[in-house]
């Protein structure tokens, strides 16, 4: 059974972080081209029937929360930048968040605190995983 079987139709589009130069990129997207990029990936997605989420861009957040529905992130807790998704919760938009590194006991009381789903993850993103709710 497809998503849409289970009424999750979520669209995800990578890479959205143009504006910080992906990796071995010299050149980088102005950050407004890079929100008018975005803006317009979500728009979209919502004309398709979609959700979008946000992944990356995160300096952009503030700009960007009108434009998704919710926010994925990998490894926020690892590099210490979930606080940079707390607009979404405040707005009562979900954040997804893998963390691949960390032990559990060391992310999952700190998301539940920031109202995360968080899940741990082997990097090979097999059907494995713990989460900490």
């Known amino acids: 059974m497809g998503r849409r079987g289970f ?3 979520p669209s ?3 890479p959205v972080r143009a504006v910080e ?8 997207l102005p ?8 803006a317009w990936l ?16 995160l ?6 929360l ?11 807790f690892q590099y210490h930048e979930c606080w940079k998704l707390k607009p979404f919760v405040t707005a009562g938009k979900a954040v997804f968040d893998v963390e691949y590194s960390l032990s559990t006991s060391k992310f999952c009381p700190k998301a539940k605190a920031l109202n995360f789903n968080s899940l741990k993850k082997h990097l090979a993103l097999g059907p494995w995983r713990v989460a900490c709710r």
């Open 31 to 38: 950050a407004a081209d890079q929100l008018r990029y975005d």
């Open 12 to 14: 995800v589009p990578r």
């Open 42 to 57: 979500a728009d979209q997605a919502h004309r398709r029937g979609l959700s979008a989420a946000l992944k990356n861009d």
């Open 21 to 28: 130069g992906a990796q071995g990129q010299t050149e980088t």
């Open 66 to 76: 009108p434009y998704f529905d919710f926010a994925l992130d990998e490894e926020c």
């Open 59 to 64: 300096d952009q957040i503030h700009r960007l």
């Open 7 to 9: 009424g999750i139709t």
